[in-house]
């Protein structure tokens, strides 16, 4: 039986899976989406009494190359089914992955309870299943976002308007007019977990924002500034978001905003005009220098509303 994502996904939601979406992943992975098996109907590396051959694993900070035996199946079903019933389902005294809150928390599961040495594997099941999504508009992941429009707070000649998407990691900008006038890099991404929002630390929470106060830190303090460790968080600008529909308070989140910098580029890294975009505690962030040069100046021709939309 010839073996596609779409199939995989269905067994594992057959059998109870959580995350079918990441049982598909760990099959694209382990067998070369479904070209490479380890044994019999083996699409996982699981070990066990069958097919012998090389394989590598991850000891004491390098891969080596050993021989190993893995486990054949009568059928991908049978296959896909041990997997769940062992590693996504309480098992014995293993806690499944099951029972994490997220797609991405459930794979850096996998690598805490050790069904891969690989330091890098939960990375490369995320990375999957991103690709996946920006490759295969079919099925789309279900998209949350504002419920009401910039024009029911008076939305006028001189404002504008940021359209914020977690999926495509862009923030388009339109004028009153509704005319695009940029596309650029954004990522609306929690360290905490992603495709969650209404947790501390997770996503920015969707819904209409209207940018309040900004911190420019750039123009106070110029651009070989001293290490600050305020300065290396935030970046050159920092933008005060407003919400609009109290998609804040109804989680328990505050403070959001939109910024540059990132400690996780570490210093004079933070303050390069495109640093790296990683991951913040829930605001939006932005290159430095995309900052500057294109979103300030909007907040001096009149009001700019942000609509901000996630994964469902």
């Given at each position: 039986?010839?073996?596609?994502?779409?199939?995989?996904?269905?067994?594992?939601?057959?059998?109870?899976?959580?995350?079918?979406?990441?049982?598909?992943?760990?099959?694209?992975?382990?067998?070369?989406?479904?070209?490479?098996?380890?044994?019999k109907n083996n699409f996982f590396g699981i070990?066990?009494?069958?097919?012998?051959?090389?394989?590598?694993?991850?000891?004491?900070?390098?891969?080596?190359?050993?021989?190993?035996?893995?486990?054949?199946?009568?059928?991908?079903?049978e296959c896909v089914k041990y997997l769940v019933d062992r590693w996504y389902k309480n098992f014995?005294?293993?806690?499944?992955?099951?029972?994490?809150?997220?797609?991405?928390?459930?794979?850096?599961?996998?690598?805490?309870?050790?069904?891969?040495?690989?330091?890098?594997?939960?990375e490369k099941l995320t990375g999957i299943l991103k690709k996946r999504t920006?490759?295969?508009?079919?099925p789309q992941p279900a998209m949350i976002g504002p419920k009401k429009t910039p024009r029911d707070f008076g939305f006028k000649p001189g404002d504008h308007h940021l359209i914020v998407n977690d999926i495509t990691e862009?923030?388009?900008?339109?004028?009153s007019e509704g005319k695009l006038l940029w596309e650029l890099p954004a990522l609306a991404r929690g360290q905490g977990s992603d495709l969650e929002f209404k947790l501390?630390?997770?996503d920015t929470p969707p819904g209409l924002y209207r940018i309040g106060q900004v911190y420019r830190d750039y123009d106070r303090v110029g651009?070989?500034?001293?290490?600050?460790?305020?300065?290396m968080s935030f970046?050159?600008?920092?933008?005060?978001?407003?919400?609009?529909?109290?998609?804040?308070?109804?989680?328990?989140?505050a403070g959001i905003m939109i910024h540059g910098g990132g400690s996780a580029c570490g210093w004079p890294g933070a303050w390069q005009p495109m640093q790296k975009l990683f991951a913040t505690h829930g605001c939006v962030r932005m290159h430095n220098k995309h900052l500057r040069e294109n979103l300030y100046p909007l907040t001096k021709a009149g009001t700019v509303y942000v609509s901000v939309y996630q994964e469902g």
């Open positions: 039986m010839d073996t596609t994502w779409e199939i995989i996904e269905a067994l594992a939601k057959k059998h109870g899976a959580k995350y079918p979406q990441l049982v598909a992943a760990q099959w694209a992975l382990e067998s070369g989406w479904g070209k490479s098996l380890s044994g070990k066990g009494t069958g097919t012998k051959h090389q394989t590598q694993e991850w000891v004491g900070g390098k891969f080596i190359t050993i021989t190993d035996e893995f486990q054949d199946f009568s059928s991908p079903d014995k005294s293993y806690k499944g992955v099951n029972n994490a809150p997220s797609v991405e928390e459930a794979a850096r599961e996998l690598v805490r309870q050790k069904y891969a040495t690989d330091p890098t594997y939960a920006s490759t295969n508009p079919s862009t923030v388009k900008a339109f004028n501390q630390n997770t651009s070989t500034p001293n290490y600050d460790r305020t300065l970046g050159w600008y920092s933008f005060d978001l407003e919400e609009l529909e109290n998609q804040e308070r109804k989680y328990g989140r």
